[in-house]
């Protein structure tokens, strides 16, 4: 075990942990943002650079700090390392600027695209990005494309976060897709204009923090906070079954395999459920699935609040803010 | 005149092949060592030779070795790094090109030391007429008993194969290099695991630059210990300088670590001061990915010290009057040199050669390039320099690889420097407007 501080909380994690996954199991502000890392996939991380931490400590033994920002969710713990991911100007800066890169070829035409409301580069961009844009350059774009019967790829979204071709490698047979050419030339295309066209290639769409892979069965039919999520599942032989039902009155708009609290997904679901399954006669309804208050999704959605988990909230808070002026809990309750 | 350990017997002729190269006293280090040296030995002559990786780094090449994970039970390997792509940089061709046997020996001395049984020189697929020069090389290596099973006898055997790249830059990165010969997408790796514990295949490895790899053979012949009386402090040994630009003598030269600045560039020794008797304005020292330096700062140090050519007097305690040795590509450039139109060459290439895995590089030498053709032609404005130098920033120590260092660094350098240069350049765009 490695007992380490994240932005000055303690806690103590199994070693070999990511810096990231320790300050994950601290939650709140103190988890870095993360766009091309995803858990339940392999060898993923370290490339968007969105997660750079600065190590101040590099364990007790060794106290000396790490010469450059890292990225957390690549690089282990260390016992009595010291980890600054908020407390640091240097990180917040250094964010602040590989936000401004990743937007730099990406179109903000939130108001058309599919992805708006459940979009990872809107929340960080919204949390660390500036308000206006020195680029004046023209920007990179592609025609869209059709990468398989259910899925666009529009190649002008892509933030090159790998993780398609991650599920792909990993989830799926026969890999037929991937990124070529290289620099701000790289693109993600299928190998000769292939089709990705196995079981469980809609997981792609699901991983992607942007709205480069879409959904061919619910592209424009609505827009995600008119929607209503529902825990669903059914009995299916290739996956758990476990998905989400995006509900318009009792039409089924989207079937989607279920995300946590950092937009990942740790059940992966088969396409038959993902696309043939449109009709709510086919799905136990579980009830309606929670969605966090800050969230655009959140919009008209009704939900029991949880009152325990709202009082550990709070009470994460308080240590989290110690020190500070710290809010009431029912404030809290009201936002 | 400087003493010649690698380039001795340059013009000797014949001396490609193994008849020539060994009559000259070719292939004494691997009888020396194989015969009279444990491994472990000959890696302490390297440690006490002080030689440092002739790549660009500069990191101790014995500490380097020493790093290799011996309780492994997996294989090692020693890989050459001869991707030698950096603009400016041009010595490794020349060395493989005219005395290909000095590689081919120090390649098999340091996988003796490290416990090697297959090596890879790694080159770059535009020198692929130097393929064919190692290629013979290794054939007659082979046919004499220094490659294959037992060298000479011992209970030492070694393959060694030559693989060329299909040309990127970045396959230069040790790591993106290791990719590459394993056949991928030549994609640099995150750090950690370094290659001392996973490397090629997973497998313990080293990665040396081609200099680095023949230095190991005067080391050994001569004794770490007296190698290590040449040059200066913690930069001993002889280091090849490919010098180019506005210079009457263009050329691979072997200097001894220590030469002042001035005697390279002026002695005729060296590159016989500048061309057409005009005056020096800038040089890059160390190939392409270093900070650029005006004329009074790379002939005296901060201190009024003459520069020496060292890696600690180069870098002269950081870039603000420093620079690096790096890979030893020395550029130099004239008065009637445009900084802006050399830093915009240097920019599109990097912005060419940025292998796009992490969004810093792949966005940022971009954004770069594209401000620097604006400044070049004319359409630049003020603000664009600000802005310049904060990209340069922000993309400096954020990324994968050294790549997006090597990007940057031009760049902050030559605003701090010359940053008259640009805001004329600059003034160009203000004068349009105007007159519009």
Known sequence: MAKLTIDGIEVEVPDGTTILNAARQIGGEVVPPAMCYYSSLKETGGKCRVCLVKVAQGSGKDPRPMPKLVASCRTPVADGMV????????????????????????????????????????NLAYEHGAAHTRYEEDRRTFDKIDIGDKIK???????????????????????????LGRGDKSEIST???????????????????????????????SRVWFTKPMDAHRDCPKCSGKVVLWMKGEEVLRVS?????????????????????????DW???????????????????????????????????????????????????? | ?????????????????????????????????????????????????????????????????????KKSEKPRYLVCNADESEPGTFKDRYLMEKIPHILIEGMITSSYALGAKTSYIYIRGEYMYIVRILEKAIEEAYANGFLGKNILGTDYSLDLYVHPGAGAYICGEETALLESLEGKRGNPRLKPPFPAIAGLYACPTVVNNVETIAAVVPIINMGGDEYSKIGVGKSTGTKLISASGHINKPGVYEIELGLPVEEFIFSEEYCGGIWKDRRMKAVVAGGSSVPILPA??????????????????????????????????????????SIVENLYTFARFYHHESCGQCSPCREGTGWMEKILHRLQNGHGKKEDIDILVDVAKKIEGNTICP???????????????????????????????LVA
């Open chain 1, 83 to 122: 980890v600054q991911n908020i407390t640091s100007p240097e990180v917040l800066e250094a964010r602040k600027g590989v936000v401004e890169f990743l937007l730099l070829n990406h179109p903000l035409d939130c108001p058309i695209c599919d992805q708006a409301g459940e979009c990872d580069l809107q």
């Open chain 2, 296 to 337: 009074n700062l790379i002939l005296t140090t901060a201190k009024g010290e003459p520069r020496l050519m060292t890696y600690e007097s180069l870098a002269d305690g950081g870039f603000a009057t420093g620079t690096m040795l790096g890979s030893g590509g020395f550029i130099v450039l004239d008065e009637t040199a």
């Open chain 2, 1 to 69: 005149m400087g003493r010649k350990l690698l380039l001795e017997h340059i013009n000797e002729p014949g001396i490609q092949t193994f008849e020539v190269y060994r009559k000259k006293g070719g292939y004494s280090s691997v009888e020396k060592a194989l015969k009279t040296m444990k491994p472990d030995d000959v890696t302490e002559e390297v440690k006490k030779s002080g030689l440092r990786g002739r790549g660009g780094a500069g990191f101790p090449a014995g500490m380097k070795w020493s790093f290799i994970d």
């Open chain 2, 403 to 433: 790549l997006g260092d090597a990007a940057a660094w031009p760049v902050a350098s030559a605003v701090r420097h010359f940053r008259k240069e640009f805001e004329e350049a600059a003034l160009v765009h203000a004068h349009k407007e």
């Open chain 1, 284 to 335: 136990t309804v579980e009830g309606p699935r929670h969605i966090d208050h800050h969230s655009v999704i959140s919009q008209n959605h009704y939900e029991k609040i949880d009152l325990q988990k709202l009082k550990k909230e709070v009470e994460r808070q308080l240590v989290f803010q110690k020190g500070k002026q710290l809010p009431e809990p029912n404030n809290a309750l009201n936002g």
């Open chain 1, 153 to 179: 790829l529009h190649m002008t979204r892509c933030i090159l976060c790998y993780r398609c071709t991650y599920v792909a490698n990993q989830l799926t047979d026969n890999r037929v897709h991937g990124v």
């Open chain 1, 257 to 281: 395999a279920r995300k946590d609290q950092y937009g990942e997904v740790k059940e992966y679901i088969c396409n038959e459920c993902r696309y043939d399954h449109k009709n709510v006669k």
């Open chain 1, 191 to 221: 190998y000769i204009e292939k089709a990705i066209d196995n079981d469980f290639s809609g997981n792609m769409i699901d991983v992607c923090p942007v709205g480069a892979l879409t959904d061919k069965t619910f592209r424009f039919k």
